[in-house]
């Protein structure tokens, strides 16, 4: 079991709820690690089992598979499913309905809890605040010095199945290789595709750099840009979101901008570089002993020569 989750005890039951993208989930990961009590946490997708695998949750629930409208209507509770598909729980700890006080009271009730929290998903304007902080006052939880939690342990079943998607890749799993993801769910996130590849060529002098591709990157340049990389530098083109935890937390560094990527890199132990533009670090930063940021309020602004020199002896 990770450490997060080490302090916790089975004298309550929390119901936590995130909707939001890979990122802002693994920042209410952080969160609900430093609770006490059974966690079980509603997500979309992978991101639920991806927290349950990582021992940060005791169980995950697919956001997309309940009957979530329930909560917007006026269908007496007996007569809905959530209720059941949710189950009864003491805490109710939520980043979905916040903004609408009959949905929250409704969504209280059908879990049964005895006490709520609805959570903000951004931090308010002129707040100085991560996002994590903001969380962590409000519920009053204390949280590791600088945030910097210890890494969340990787199955080694996970492992394997990265190392074999590696090799695959042209990637001898056992040496040493950097990580490069170029792109975040908003596309004014991202650096230059041709700056993260001349960091790649860079990088290549004294490790290979694998590039991590997923469905957004594809359908945002498009096919020949995607195979272009592919032909020069070894690519993990949509991993499973377990693959991908896996190979992160083997690699000897990582770059990326501000993404969920970057947030599972920093948060399994990768020493990770994180581009920021037009968001925060002061707000997003990703949690973890090993991160570096670079910012800059236009992206253009940052250079090559600079991530390199941020990234230091991680490179070497």
Avoid at 4 to 33: K, M, Y
Avoid at 169 to 188: K, L, Q, V
Avoid at 292 to 313: C, F, N, Q, Y
């Amino acid at each position: 079991m990770n450490p997060q989750s080490a302090t916790r005890n089975s004298q309550s039951s929390i119901l936590a709820v995130h909707p939001g993208a890979l990122g802002d989930v693994i920042l209410f990961g952080h969160l609900l690690g430093r609770l006490h009590g059974t966690v079980t946490l509603v997500a979309g997708g992978e991101k639920g089992k991806l927290l349950e695998g990582l021992g940060v949750v005791d169980r995950a629930l697919e956001f997309d598979a309940l009957p979530i409208h329930e909560v917007f209507t006026d269908t007496p509770l007996e007569q809905c499913r959530c209720p059941a598909m949710l189950g009864e729980h003491d805490r109710l700890i939520s980043c979905f309905a916040g903004s609408d006080r009959s949905a929250e009271l409704r969504l209280a009730a059908m879990c049964a809890a005895g006490s709520a929290a609805f959570l903000p998903t951004r931090p308010p304007p002129g707040s100085d605040a991560h996002l994590l902080e903001l969380w962590a006052d409000l519920l009053g939880v204390d949280l590791p010095t600088g945030r910097q939690s210890p890494p969340w342990a990787v199955p080694e079943a996970w492992k394997q199945d990265a190392r074999g998607a590696l090799r695959e890749a042209g990637i001898d799993p056992s040496r040493s290789y950097a990580a490069i993801h170029p792109g975040s769910g908003s596309p004014d996130k991202c650096w230059d595709l041709d700056r993260f590849v001349a960091l790649g060529r860079r990088l290549g002098r004294t490790v290979p750099a694998v590039f991590l591709l997923g469905p957004v990157e594809r359908e945002r340049w498009g096919r020949g840009a995607c195979e272009a990389v592919g032909a020069e530098f070894p690519t993990l083109l949509c991993p499973p979101l377990t693959v991908l935890a896996a190979a992160l937390a083997a690699a000897k560094c990582y770059v990326g901008n501000d993404s969920g990527v970057s947030h599972l890199a920093a948060t399994v132990g990768t020493p990770a570089l994180v581009i920021f533009g037009p968001t925060s670090p002061r707000h997003f930063a990703p949690v973890g002993k090993t991160v570096r940021t670079l910012a800059a309020d236009s992206l253009e602004e940052i250079s090559v020569a600079h991530a390199l020199d941020r990234l230091g002896e991680w490179r070497g």
